[in-house]
Nanobody, 118 residues
């Protein structure tokens, strides 16, 4: 099993920045692929970004490419999502995920709310 705990959400003005963190615990063999997903009110959960645990490969949704950066710090067992140039359309609950590349794996965090005001 893998346990995931997100933090770092909040309210930010359009154009601002925010960094999300996801602390990972449990089996290391199940966290090879990690990712972030988000779900806005009334919409389906969507892919945001994915990374290998070692950090040597990343992939982004077109909607966030160039604005968001996914990274890992294996010494801290933590994955990050640095978000910049935020838009109101980025408002959503952001979820940490383990086990899938460019698609959801079986392990989810509880989510953290990000609200971007215009």
């Amino acid at each position: 099993q893998v346990q995931l705990v997100e933090s770092g959400g909040g309210v930010v003005q359009a154009g601002g920045s925010l960094r999300l963190s996801c602390v990972v615990s449990g089996r290391t063999d199940l966290r090879y692929y990690m990712g972030w997903f988000r779900q806005a009110p009334g919409k389906e959960r969507e892919f945001v970004a994915t990374i290998t645990w070692s950090g040597d490969a990343t992939y982004y949704a077109d909607s966030v490419k160039g604005r968001f950066t996914i990274s890992t710090d294996t010494s801290k067992n933590t994955m990050y999502l640095q978000m910049g140039s935020l838009k109101p359309d980025d408002t959503a609950v952001y979820y940490c995920n383990a086990g899938g590349w460019n698609k959801p794996g079986p392990y989810w965090g509880q989510g953290t709310q990000v609200t971007v005001s215009s």
